[in-house]
């Protein structure tokens, strides 16, 4: 059984900086995607990154990129958000989610972490 736990949100001024991250346990994730979405109310849920749990392979949505950065550490199990420059319609929970690179549904969720960006 896959877990996922998140942790880093918080306020922070436009402009500033936050890093979110997202400790995987249950498996061995050899073979999979991990990703960062995110849900601000009145929105649909929105990608925002991935990034291929062995061969390191990233991939932003182009609302983020170059302002937002994904990486992971394989020997802590751990998968980082680094977000920059933010801005106010980043404010959203952040949910990290897991899947097998090889299917196209995202299996495994956290339960979130708020960012709230004030302007």
Known sequence: QVQL?????????AGGSLRLSCAASG???????MGWF??????????VANIN??????????????????????AKNMVYLQMNSL????TAVYYCAARL???????????????TVSS
């Not at 749990?53 to 394989?74: C, E, H, L, M, P």
């Not at 801005?87 to 980043?90: C, G, M, W």
Request: glycine share 14%.
């Open 5 to 13: 736990v998140e942790s880093g949100g918080g306020l922070v001024q």
């Open 27 to 33: 498996r061995t994730f050899s073979g999979y995607a």
């Open 38 to 47: 995110r849900l601000a109310p009145g929105k649909e849920r929105e990608f």
């Open 53 to 74: 749990w062995s061969f390191g392979y990233t991939y932003y949505a182009d609302s983020v990129k170059g302002r937002f950065s994904i990486s992971r550490d394989n």
């Open 87 to 90: 801005k106010p319609e980043d």
């Open 101 to 115: 690179v090889r299917n196209s549904v995202w299996e495994s969720w956290g339960q979130g972490t708020q960012v």
